[in-house]
């Protein structure tokens, strides 16, 4: 069973657009992280999320924590090829990754 | 400051033999994790310590994967009759501790082939 669905799995677009990735779950979390990971590497972790309906900005990164706390997503702005990589969401309590969106930014 | 390392950063064995990955975490850092992640997957979890014993071995795909952390600080994890299906990245992260509010620092990886 897989607690973290991550959508897209695949995304490319071009340097300059913007993009969303979601992390859906049907349970609820306490807390909830977004990680990169580049290739060759092991995740980094970008932001932790606690309070529903949070959001938090890191430059031209935008992440929501749903109200109901199931969900989560992430919004790039302005991509740029230093963005490529795997996005990753990771639930608190349980010790589960999403599957992934792989983003590639194409100069 | 060091990070999580894991050594060796490659490993090639053949179907059937023993292997060992070791992770060295940071300094500090009670709670130490093992992951397992194939081509183009997330990373799934295997087994995590805090301190010395495992908390949680639910992860562990069957008996032929084995975990220890006798000192709280190193970790192996061994691997018994490898066969083509380990074939995988093999993650290491720590954390000062164990709650979800706490970061997980990752190693490189073990890059694990049976051949």
């Known amino acids: 069973t897989q607690l973290l669905e991550q959508s897209p799995q695949f995304l490319s677009i071009q340097e300059g657009e913007n993009l969303t990735v979601y992390c859906n779950s049907s349970?609820?979390?306490?807390?909830l992280q977004w990680y990169r990971q580049e290739p060759g590497e092991g995740p980094v972790l970008l932001v932790t999320?606690?309070?529903?309906?949070e959001v938090k900005k890191l430059k031209r990164l935008t992440f929501q924590f749903g109200d109901a706390r199931k969900d989560s997503s992430l919004h790039i702005t302005a991509a740029q090829p230093g963005d490529t990589g795997l996005y990753l969401c990771?639930?608190?309590?349980?010790?589960?990754f999403g599957q992934g969106t792989r983003l590639t930014i194409n100069p | 400051g060091a990070g999580v390392s894991q050594t060796p950063s490659n490993k090639v064995t053949e179907k059937g033999k023993y292997v060992e990955l070791r992770c060295d975490p940071i300094?500090?850092?009670?709670?130490l994790y093992w992951y397992r992640q194939s081509l183009g997957q997330g990373p799934e979890f295997l087994i995590y310590?805090?301190?010395?014993?495992?908390?949680?071995d639910s992860g562990l795909p069957n008996d032929r994967f084995f975990a220890v952390r006798p000192e709280g600080s190193v970790s192996t994890l061994k691997i018994q009759r490898t066969e083509r299906g380990d074939s995988a990245v093999y993650l290491c992260?720590?954390?000062?501790?164990?709650?979800?509010?706490?970061?997980?620092?990752f190693g490189p990886g073990t890059r694990l082939t049976v051949t």
């Open positions: 992260a720590s954390s000062p501790g164990t709650s979800g509010y706490h970061e997980q620092y």
């Open positions: 349970s609820v979390f306490s807390s």
């Open positions: 999320v606690v309070t529903g309906g």
């Open positions: 990771r639930g608190a309590q349980k010790l589960v």
């Open positions: 300094s500090g850092h009670t709670a």
């Open positions: 310590f805090q301190g010395t014993g495992a908390a949680d």
